[in-house]
Each structure stands twice: as structure tokens, then as C-alpha cells.
């Protein structure tokens, strides 16, 4: 099947804002969801939108969706060292109605 | 805690073995998922329950792969022979019975195949 497309890396200063982007394949797709996962460890669930939105606000997490150009993006305020992590980018695909499509992950680095 | 637990965390295995790890679901979690992720990628679908239902089992790697769900509460995973290409991350989800429910996971079991 098609990819769910990110980039693969991003550095950013510590206090700055970091922005993930993501192009996603389905167009049907209902939920969109972004994933953080630290070394080691298994994904958790930062946030998700829902098709019929264009933007979701949750705490210091912006997520963007573009339904035209199938573009997701997550933007963190106020980027800390706790924030270092692989993020990724998920679609729900809408032909299988519960499996998750994910993207190769976003490998954030945050600096002092 | 009421999380998604999965055991063993890790797991060596010499090549031509069988495996079975484990996952305890969020208790009032009725879905249950089974990815595969390995080094440099996303996870990746591999089986999915409602309840003690396996609705889906095509898209397990290999006959080698069996998942079961006896009482729709824990599941177990079996890779039998296992090869070197087996080794990966082996993530569990759980969600709630609803389109779209959000699929937590647990902290996964890392397989080694020697």
C-alpha cells in the first residue's frame, strides 16, 4: 500500500516551537492521530483530530489537518529536552475500519 | 495502573524456536490489536480482536504467526520457527468498542532470534 510520509528528522533549541509534518494516503481516513515514542518504549497517544476539523488545541500541541493536500501537522510550544523522541504520524484506514497506518516516525532532538 | 501491559518485556530466542508473549488489555477495552514494528519504521498491523473474535488474521506474516483471545481478555501472540527476520518490537493495543477508538499501547516485547 501507499506510505504515510514524514520527515525523518528535526532539531530544535530548547524553547523554540517545533513543527511535524506528515502527508497522509487515505483520503477517507476519519482519525488522524500523532504518536510519541522514547527509546525503548511503546507509543503513546499524544492527540487526534477528526476529519470535519481543520485544527485541535491541546495544551502546548497544535495539530493541524489540510483534508486538499491529505497534510497533518503537529507543532509543539515550547519545546523542552523531555520533548526528544521518535513522533508518528498515524492515519485510520478506512477500509479496514481499526487498523492504524503509520508513517517511519519523526526523530525530534530538542537542544539546551 | 490500568494500563496495557505486555510480558516478557524481552525475549532471546535461538532460531527454530517457539515464542508466545502476552498482553493484558485495558480492562474495559473490548478491541485488542497486534502491530509489528521494526528498527527505522512505524508499526506495522498485524491482527485484530473484538472480544474474543479474531475479525482479522489476514494480514499475520506468515502461518507461522497465531494470536488467540480465549475469554476476550488477555491475548497471547505465537510465532512458531521463529526465523531472524522475526526479530522486531511486538506492540499491543486496546481501545474501546467504537469506530475510531483511540488504540493505546503497551510498552512492547523486544525479540531477539539468534
Known amino acids: 500500500g501507499e506510505d504515510v510520509e514524514q520527515s525523518l528528522f528535526l532539531s530544535v533549541r530548547e524553547g523554540d516551537s517545533s513543527v511535524i509534518n506528515c502527508t497522509y494516503t487515505?483520503?477517507?481516513?476519519?482519525?488522524l492521530y500523532w504518536y510519541k515514542q522514547e527509546p525503548g518504549a511503546g507509543l503513546q497517544l499524544l492527540t487526534y483530530i477528526f476529519s470535519n476539523m481543520d485544527m485541535k488545541q491541546d495544551q502546548r500541541l497544535t495539530v493541524l489537518l489540510n483534508k486538499k493536500d491529505k497534510h497533518l501537522s503537529l507543532r509543539i510550544a515550547d519545546t523542552q529536552t523531555g520533548d526528544s523522541a521518535i513522533y508518528f504520524c498515524?492515519?485510520?484506514?478506512?477500509?479496514?475500519?481499526?487498523?492504524?497506518?503509520f508513517g517511519k516516525g519523526t526523530s525530534l532532538l530538542v537542544t539546551p | 495502573d490500568t494500563g496495557v501491559s505486555q510480558n516478557p518485556r524481552h525475549k532471546i530466542t535461538k532460531r527454530g524456536q517457539n515464542v508466545t508473549f502476552r498482553c493484558d488489555p485495558i480492562?474495559?477495552?473490548?478491541?485488542l490489536y497486534w502491530y509489528r514494528q521494526t528498527l527505522g519504521q512505524g508499526p506495522e498491523f498485524l491482527t485484530y480482536f473484538q472480544n474474543e473474535a479474531q475479525l482479522e488474521k489476514s494480514r499475520l506474516l506468515s502461518d507461522r504467526f497465531s494470536a488467540e483471545r480465549p475469554k476476550g481478555s488477555f491475548s497471547t501472540l505465537e510465532i512458531q520457527r521463529t526465523e531472524q527476520g522475526d526479530s522486531a518490537m511486538y506492540l499491543c493495543?486496546?481501545?474501546?468498542?467504537?469506530?475510531?477508538?483511540?488504540?493505546?499501547f503497551g510498552p512492547g516485547t523486544r525479540l531477539t532470534v539468534t
Open positions: 487515505d483520503s477517507s481516513s476519519t482519525y
Open positions: 498515524a492515519e485510520w484506514e478506512s477500509n479496514s475500519g481499526y487498523a492504524l497506518n
Open positions: 493495543a486496546s481501545s474501546q468498542d467504537r469506530l475510531g477508538g483511540e488504540q493505546y
Open positions: 480492562s474495559e477495552h473490548n478491541r
